[in-house]
């Protein structure tokens, strides 16, 4: 999903791997001055091992 300001992305990968499975996703929000906010976020979808991920990123465009 795209707006001029908002960005919104996902993934789901290693689908036919029942022990790496995975989902991931991002945003990033681009706000009035020229800075970017962003996000990041994963999680492991095996039943016996639980994972997460997240990260937060702030940039400047240029």
């Known amino acids: 999903m795209e707006l001029d300001t908002f960005k919104l992305r996902g993934a789901v990968v290693n689908l036919d ?4 499975r ?3 996703g991002g ?3 681009q706000m ?3 800075f970017a906010l962003g ?9 016996e091992v639980d994972g997460f991920r997240f990260s ?3 940039g400047r465009k240029f």
């Open 39 to 47: 996000a990041e976020f994963g999680m492991l979808l095996d039943d």
């Open 32 to 34: 009035d001055n020229n």
């Open 17 to 20: 791997d029942e022990d790496n």
């Open 22 to 24: 995975a989902i991931f």
């Open 56 to 58: 937060l990123q702030i």
């Open 27 to 29: 945003l990033l929000f």
